[in-house]
């Protein structure tokens, strides 16, 4: 009989083992399923901060072309935005082939604003951005 009250109490703590087993079995995939969701979440977040910086840096790109576009509107009207900015506001006629020289290199500066806007739609349409 004593047997069999040792038997008994074996397999009462090889049960408390499988119970013991299993629990750390389950908390061991709930912390996995757990990784892989805070990594999903990482990812958007890093997705959406180069989404924001693509925008940032388009937006300093505008701003320096609008900056360059106003230049170039003083330069054709005979004013140098050097000379403006030590108190200078005297006008000087532009000679033809001066305004011939910033028409060419205006349009040059139009063509690489449309080619970077068309850039940066496509990218913003690729990211999945309206």
């Known amino acids: ?9 074996n397999n009462r703590k090889g ?3 499988n119970y013991i087993v299993g629990f ?6 709930g912390y996995i399923f757990e990784q892989r969701r805070h990594i999903r979440f990482l990812e958007k977040v890093n997705y959406n901060q180069e989404t924001r910086h693509i925008m940032a840096d388009h937006e300093i790109f505008l701003l320096k072309h609008q900056i360059g576009t106003y230049v170039f509107s003083l330069e ?3 004013y140098s935005h050097d000379n403006i900015n ?9 000679s033809p082939e001066k305004l011939q020289a910033l028409q060419a290199e205006f349009q040059r500066q139009e063509s690489i604003y449309r080619s ?15």
Do not use: S, W
């Not at 009989?1 to 109490?9: D, G, I, S, W």
């Not at 750390?24 to 995939?29: A, E, P």
């Open 1 to 9: 009989m004593a047997r069999a009250t040792k038997l008994a109490e």
């Open 24 to 29: 750390i079995f389950i908390v061991l995939i």
């Open 86 to 94: 030590k108190g200078d506001y005297t006008k000087h006629e532009p």
């Open 116 to 130: 970077k806007n068309i850039e940066f739609e496509t990218e913003l349409e690729l990211r999945g951005v309206e």
């Open 76 to 78: 054709t009207l005979g």
């Open 15 to 17: 049960d408390e083992m």
